[in-house]
């Protein structure tokens, strides 16, 4: 076979083998460009060091617009002391190292975004990959493979029906640098940003204040008095927001979204919906509202106005439509407007985004895309949440719009100021992993928390435990406020009064997550005045670090009692249990102690 030497950049090697190109790096050895069927494409890959990583640039040129050429990028090197692997996919068993042939992944600009670690079982980076591409979709493998045990992977490109294109470039990054898995994970994301050029929403400080959600206790049950009563309850508590979820635009409570798109009030549950925003906001709340941004419903006013602008029907009476077509994108950056000025919110719950996709063939190419001025979706939605952001920031700069996992990362953080953890009802695992992930790949954006919901008959320990399993995060209640005991009040009350007392170590300090193979059974937050740990499972040791600074160690194993690693006696401790009371201890001796802390209670150690 006839070798092409094509280039050499310091000690890296590229080679050209019918069809594939080959560099050499230090993190994984030789890394193979493969291009069965380039036709008019020539591919150009090559390797540099940058901060201690490694970085592949692609680029790809045709002489003209045309289909772009599938190619993939792979890689395999030896499994050396790297057994778990992170990505962004929100489920728990997301950091499980599977075959090569199980260990399928996906990522596009509303679906998870391309980011994997390698790490061990100490917390310690062994590989993590990034990839600039954090529009079109990239199919990705990660995975072992059983001969030989050998970490394989690879990034998959243009799967998926693509508008032509003449230049194509993107980047992947190799990190095997021996540091802190959360580092390399958040430097990653932030690499992503940087490469792509992605600006950031602004981020207004109401973004990180407590709020209350209809959701769960509500759902479409929703009306102007109930949601007045329980807003005098949370604004009392010191809840700064409400959003107002599904149900205001429907006298629908069949769930589903069969109502959607016409996005006009209803007027029998809001008679006057201006001045029920006004008497919430006169609470000294802020008032957000949620829309399905891609559906239209078959029971709407307006859906036949959109009939042939679809992508495809979900599985209800309810259709996706098509951001391709300019119109759209007009229509619903105009609902948004004209609910910002009607009726003075200062936010919106954007949520579903992740739903403009293709299903099957698309259905532009039949119709050679007719009417539609951008070819791809993904690019279509770029256009069209750019635009939204735009117009409501030039109406009302401080504007506050969420979106959710699994759409999250760099690309999203450009629409949007605040991040929530994707649904999981009760689940206060799923939420502390959740929320986790979303502080590692967030940047400065405000992540929060899934609704929180309890019992009303917990104890109040057990009704503490879901609020300090996303103690690191905004906190969101949807809790039937009038309906919870005085103690469960107590338990809100004092814990909120805390997390806006350490708001500065909890929500922009340096977050260290640890062990997220076994979902975070400890979680640490760090300023220059404080340092804050939280033990989520009993026996677990907690270091309380260097002897520098107040640490505030908080219980919430669900049992009486912490063990705390102490590099010395502290001068002083103060204890206090779940309602915030204090509670005497005596002071532990350097060394490993086992600390009385109450459950759902904390101890603070000065120093």
């Given at each position: ?5 094509c ?62 050429a599938k ?41 998870q ?30 995975g ?8 394989v ?23 095997a ?44 049950n ?41 996005w ?14 006004r ?19 078959e ?5 036949n ?47 579903f ?21 951008i ?7 770029d ?34 100021n605040?991040?929530?953890a994707?649904?999981?009802p ?26 929180l ?21 905004t906190?969101?209640y ?19 009064n ?30 220059a005045?404080e ?39 502290p ?37």
């Amino acid at each position: 076979m006839k070798k092409k030497w094509c280039f050499v950049i310091g000690l890296f090697l590229c080679i050209s083998l019918c069809g594939q190109t080959v560099v050499r790096t230090k993190a994984v050895g030789d890394v193979t460009l493969s291009c069965p069927d380039a036709g008019k494409w020539k591919i150009d890959m090559q390797v540099s060091e940058k901060n201690g990583c490694e970085e592949i640039r692609i680029v790809m040129d045709a002489p003209e617009e045309t289909a772009p050429a599938k190619f993939d990028v792979l890689f395999e090197c030896p499994q050396k002391d790297a057994h778990h692997l992170w990505h962004s996919e929100y489920r728990a068993d997301r950091c499980q190292l599977k075959p090569n042939w199980g260990g399928n992944y996906y990522s596009s600009l509303a679906q998870q975004m391309p980011l994997y670690a390698f790490f061990n079982e100490n917390n310690r980076n062994r590989l993590t990959v990034a990839c600039s591409e954090c529009i079109r979709m990239v199919n990705a493998k990660m995975g072992l493979r059983e001969e030989g045990c050998v970490l394989v992977g690879s990034l998959s490109f243009f799967r998926q029906p693509e508008a032509d294109i003449r230049h194509y470039e993107v980047i992947i990054r190799l990190d095997a640098r021996d540091c802190f898995w959360a580092e390399s994970v958040a430097e990653g994301s932030q690499w992503i940003s940087d490469t792509s050029r992605l600006e950031a929403c602004q981020v207004p400080e109401a973004a990180f204040e407590p709020l209350y959600s209809t959701w769960y206790q509500f759902h479409q049950n929703v009306s102007d008095k109930a949601i007045e009563e329980e807003c005098r309850l949370a604004s009392g508590m010191g809840m700064k927001t409400i959003i107002v979820d599904d149900g205001w635009q429907t006298d629908d409570n069949n769930r589903g979204y069969a109502f959607c798109g016409d996005w006009k009030v209803s007027t029998r549950r809001f008679p006057d919906m201006a001045a029920h925003v006004r008497r919430v906001q006169d609470m000294g709340m802020k008032y957000m509202m949620w829309y399905s941004v891609p559906f239209m419903g078959e029971k709407s006013q307006i859906f036949n106005t959109f009939k042939g602008k679809f992508l495809f029907k979900e599985s209800g009476d309810w259709w996706v439509l098509d951001p391709r077509f300019p119109e759209v994108r007009e229509y619903l950056c105009g609902v948004y407007e004209r609910a910002l000025r009607e009726w003075n919110i200062d936010g919106f719950k954007l949520d579903f985004i992740d739903r403009f996709l293709i299903q099957g063939v698309d259905p532009a190419i039949a119709e050679n895309y007719k009417g539609r001025d951008i070819k791809s979706v993904p690019h279509a939605v770029d256009v069209l949440m750019k635009e939204v952001r735009r117009r409501l920031q030039a109406i009302k700069p401080d504007i506050l719009i969420e979106f959710r996992q699994n759409y999250m990362g760099p690309a999203i953080r450009q629409f949007g100021n605040m991040m929530r953890a994707a649904d999981c009802p009760g689940d206060l695992q799923g939420n502390r992993i959740r929320t986790s992930n979303l502080r590692l790949t967030s940047g400065t954006t405000a992540v929060h928390a899934d609704m929180l919901e309890w019992h009303p008959a917990e104890t109040p320990q057990d009704a503490a435990r879901p609020i300090l399993a996303v103690l690191y995060s905004t906190i969101q209640y949807s809790m039937m406020l009038r309906d919870l005991p005085e103690s469960h009040h107590k338990v809100i009350n004092h814990w909120l009064n805390f997390s806006q007392q350490h708001r500065e170590t909890l929500l922009h300090g340096t977050f260290k997550p640890y062990h997220p193979e076994s979902c975070y059974p400890l979680l640490e937050a760090e300023s220059a005045q404080e340092r804050i740990l939280t033990a989520y499972q009993d026996g677990i040791v907690v270091p309380a670090g260097k002897p520098d600074k107040d640490v505030y160690v908080v219980n919430a194993t669900g049992c009486a009692g912490v063990v705390i690693d102490l590099q010395q006696k502290p001068r002083s401790m103060t204890a206090y249990n779940v309602f915030g009371e204090k509670v005497k201890l005596p002071v532990p001796n350097a060394g490993l102690a086992r600390v009385a802390v109450p459950a759902s209670g904390y101890v603070v150690l000065n120093y």
